[in-house]
């Protein structure tokens, strides 16, 4: 089975600092994937960043990057220089071998961005 | 815009009824997901269909079904609807069934919001 754990429902930033938004997981899959993705109010989600168990490098995308530590397991997202439009939901999710490539999903932050 | 259609975006029905949601994946992909987001659930998976075939299945309940067309198009079929089945239904698609190094990503539809009254 797989579990991913965001511990923070809630979190406001002002507009051009970066905030660090926390994912951990648990999984008994060697080989698994860990995605986030975000949710604004409008309601789509939106993907934007992917981190493999075997990537030696942590994943960036623009001003996202992931702060993976797989010893602690853990997939943290930074968003650098916040904007007014990165106010949402945002989820950590993860697939993994056994579970084929279903996404198993956290219960999400909420970020308020600041102007 | 992913690239992923759902259809209808509101769909306002009574209990006991029968709804069904249509899914067009991305050009090229041949899995397609479902996925509910409810308040009390949050999102969880319900099914996957790879190339037309079922592969994987999640917390689906009997009273649903999905199938995937010829054309890769996806449907899902809610019957005996309740109030606890009011969620917003995702609709996600990717290239392959399994990837070994996980790189499959998967792209999400705008959703159906379904209201059962």
């Not at chain 1, 970066?18 to 060697?30: F, G, H, K």
């Not at chain 1, 106010?87 to 996404?103: D, E, H, P, V």
């Not at chain 2, 917003?88 to 999400?108: E, I, N």
Request: contains cysteine; glycine residues 10%; hydrophobic residues 30%.
């Amino acid at each position: 089975a797989q579990k991913i754990t965001q511990t923070q429902p809630g979190m406001f930033v002002q507009e051009k600092e970066a905030v660090t938004l926390d994912c951990t997981y648990d999984t008994s899959d060697q080989s698994y994937g860990l995605f986030w993705y975000k949710q604004p109010s409008s309601g789509e989600m939106i993907f934007l960043i992917y981190q493999g168990s075997y990537d030696e490098q942590n994943a960036t995308e623009g001003r996202y990057s992931l702060n993976f530590q797989k010893a602690r397991k853990s997939a943290n997202l930074v968003i650098s220089a916040s904007q007014l439009g990165d106010s949402a939901m945002y989820f950590c999710a993860i697939s993994g071998t056994a579970a084929g490539n279903k996404l198993t999903f956290g219960g999400g932050t909420r970020v308020l961005v600041k102007p | 815009d992913s690239g992923v259609t759902q259809t209808p975006k509101h769909l306002i029905t009574a209990t006991g009824q029968r709804v069904t949601l249509r899914c067009s994946p991305r050009s090229g992909d041949l899995s397609v997901y479902w996925y509910q987001q409810s308040l009390d659930q949050g999102l969880q998976f319900l099914i996957q269909y790879y190339n037309g075939e079922e592969r994987a299945k999640g917390n689906i309940l009997e009273r649903f079904s999905a199938q995937q067309f010829p054309d890769l198009h996806s449907e899902l079929n809610l019957s005996s609807l309740e109030l606890g089945d009011s969620a917003l239904y995702f609709c996600a698609s990717s290239v392959a069934a399994t990837s070994g190094r996980f790189t499959d990503t998967q792209y999400f539809g705008p959703g159906t919001r379904l209201t059962v009254l």
